[in-house]
């Protein structure tokens, strides 16, 4: 556990069918969750984090998930050739062989929604791609250099 300032709580009361209450609390109890609260919170900010990846100019993180068929060509080279464009936005990757000739690679990227859009569109246009999914988040990743300014620790008092 961390040690973080509380945050203030506010209530909410809302309504459902009974089907559907029922399928949350069964969904809470498969999960072992504390409480309805805890399982509604992270729904809405995964609808959060969805509905602000629709504004072009949004600052996102997140994960692009790719599978991906080994053996059909040069697929690794043209999906390198598809990052290249792309190198503000894509922080890091991880590549796995999966079971037969497939392949799973993770992009960890971070950058205004439109350009991680296009990304994403770039990498489905390559023929061998089966997968792709776009995750992201409204927090962001702390800044990595500053670009030619002493980092804090190296300021003179």
Do not use: W
């Amino acid at each position: 556990m961390t040690d973080c300032a509380p945050q203030q709580l506010a209530r909410l009361s809302i309504s459902l069918p009974a089907d559907l209450a029922e399928a949350l609390d069964r969904m809470v109890a498969e999960r072992e969750l504390p409480s309805r609260s805890q399982l509604l919170a992270e729904l809405i900010r995964h609808q959060l984090a969805e509905h602000r990846a629709e504004r072009p100019e949004a600052m996102l993180a997140g994960t692009i998930t790719l599978v991906y068929r080994a053996d059909s060509g040069r697929v690794r080279h043209s999906l390198a050739q598809a990052q290249a464009g792309y190198v503000k936005e894509v922080i890091s990757s991880q590549h796995v062989f999966l079971e037969g000739d497939q392949s799973l690679e993770v992009l960890l990227v971070q950058g205004p929604a439109e350009r991680l859009n296009q990304l994403c569109d770039n990498l489905r246009k390559i023929r061998a791609v089966q997968q792709l999914a776009l995750v992201t988040t409204t927090a962001l990743l702390p800044p990595l250099h500053s670009h030619g300014q002493p980092h804090p620790e190296e300021q003179n008092p």
